[in-house]
């Protein structure tokens, strides 16, 4: 991800609607995987990978000890400050200081402490990250190392080549998903897909047309995010709408035929199973 993509993102993930939204649904997806593994009477261990600053960790931390992998450590650069000095990995975790009682979320740097990490974790999410990989069934295959027997996987990812805008750009995205094609790179990894859906349908229309007015009409569009469009009067209905379809879809009261992101539900297929 370029510098701007890390300071976007640590900017609106705590208020913007389509981060809000995003956060209902997958949290609901948690939950059924956490229930399915023995929550509450069993507290588990979930990994947030690819999870920036670590913001999401705390909502995680509802159904047991959560923690998070990423590339570089911004746990202690929540302004983007060292984001923009081009995001060199930290060497190694920094403790808090002697006088701050606060615990300090877990961040592991991929790939150096992912050995350590194998065979740990109940639940992984994995929140449009595999669009940035250059090998998305290579980077779903080291997930699934990362679970113990029986764990799950949540993932979300932005749908549909048609829809590449700056965002893609900034945040250095290698491709965007078909239902379709997220599923096969799943199974080819050796997972069984629990449910699957796209989300965002009703904000759909709009953001096709922003991206494309902005093709069409911004010499700069590739350095332009999509958290920054729209007037400030369009957010409350768009996150209405978001907000109900995360339920719906978080919940799996039904599978939506098309959306600007996708999710899914995976389990690990243990050796000797049949493929789903």
């Given at each position: 991800?370029?510098?701007?993509?890390?300071?976007?993102?640590?900017?609106?993930?705590g208020s913007h609607w389509w981060y809000r939204a995003r956060r209902d649904l997958f949290l609901r997806q948690v939950r059924r995987a956490a229930r399915a593994l023995g929550h509450?009477?069993?507290?588990?261990?979930?990994?947030?990978?690819?999870?920036?600053?670590?913001?999401?960790?705390?909502?995680?931390?509802?159904?047991?000890?959560?923690?998070?992998?990423?590339?570089?450590?911004?746990?202690?650069?929540?302004?983007?400050?060292?984001?923009?000095?081009?995001?060199?990995?930290?060497?190694?975790?920094?403790?808090?200081?002697?006088?701050?009682?606060?615990?300090?979320?877990?961040?592991?740097?991929?790939?150096?402490?992912?050995?350590?990490?194998?065979?740990?974790?109940?639940?992984?999410?994995?929140?449009?990250?595999?669009?940035?990989?250059?090998?998305?069934?290579?980077g779903l295959r080291t997930i699934a190392s990362l679970l113990r027997t029986g764990g799950q996987v949540v993932v979300t990812v932005p749908a549909y080549s048609w829809l590449w805008?700056?965002?893609?750009?900034?945040?250095?995205?290698?491709?965007?998903?078909?239902?379709?094609?997220?599923?096969?790179?799943?199974?080819?990894?050796?997972?069984e897909v629990l449910y699957a859906s796209y989300f965002n349908l009703g904000v759909l229309p709009a953001m096709a047309a922003v991206v494309w007015w902005r093709r069409l009409w911004?010499?700069?569009?590739?350095?332009?995010?999509?958290?920054?469009?729209?007037?400030?009067?369009?957010?409350?209905?768009?996150?209405?709408?978001?907000?109900?379809?995360?339920?719906?879809?978080?919940?799996?009261?039904?599978?939506?035929?098309?959306?600007?992101?996708?999710?899914?539900?995976?389990?690990?297929?243990?050796?000797?199973?049949?493929?789903?």
């Amino acid at each position: 991800m370029l510098p701007q993509g890390y300071r976007v993102t640590l900017e609106h993930q705590g208020s913007h609607w389509w981060y809000r939204a995003r956060r209902d649904l997958f949290l609901r997806q948690v939950r059924r995987a956490a229930r399915a593994l023995g929550h509450p009477e069993r507290r588990l261990a979930l990994l947030d990978y690819g999870c920036a600053a670590g913001f999401d960790l705390r909502s995680l931390g509802e159904v047991g000890t959560a923690e998070g992998a990423d590339i570089v450590d911004l746990t202690d650069d929540r302004d983007g400050a060292r984001a923009a000095d081009g995001l060199a990995p930290s060497p190694s975790p920094r403790p808090p200081a002697p006088d701050d009682n606060r615990s300090r979320d877990v961040i592991h740097i991929v790939p150096r402490d992912l050995p350590a990490l194998r065979g740990r974790f109940d639940i992984v999410t994995c929140l449009d990250v595999l669009e940035h990989l250059d090998d998305d069934v290579d980077g779903l295959r080291t997930i699934a190392s990362l679970l113990r027997t029986g764990g799950q996987v949540v993932v979300t990812v932005p749908a549909y080549s048609w829809l590449w805008s700056g965002e893609d750009v900034i945040s250095k995205h290698r491709r965007r998903y078909t239902r379709g094609s997220l599923l096969e790179a799943c199974r080819a990894a050796g997972f069984e897909v629990l449910y699957a859906s796209y989300f965002n349908l009703g904000v759909l229309p709009a953001m096709a047309a922003v991206v494309w007015w902005r093709r069409l009409w911004h010499a700069g569009w590739r350095s332009e995010s999509n958290l920054t469009a729209g007037a400030g009067w369009m957010d409350a209905p768009a996150a209405a709408v978001a907000g109900l379809e995360a339920r719906w879809v978080g919940d799996e009261r039904l599978a939506l035929p098309a959306g600007a992101s996708v999710v899914c539900r995976l389990r690990r297929r243990e050796p000797g199973a049949l493929a789903a």
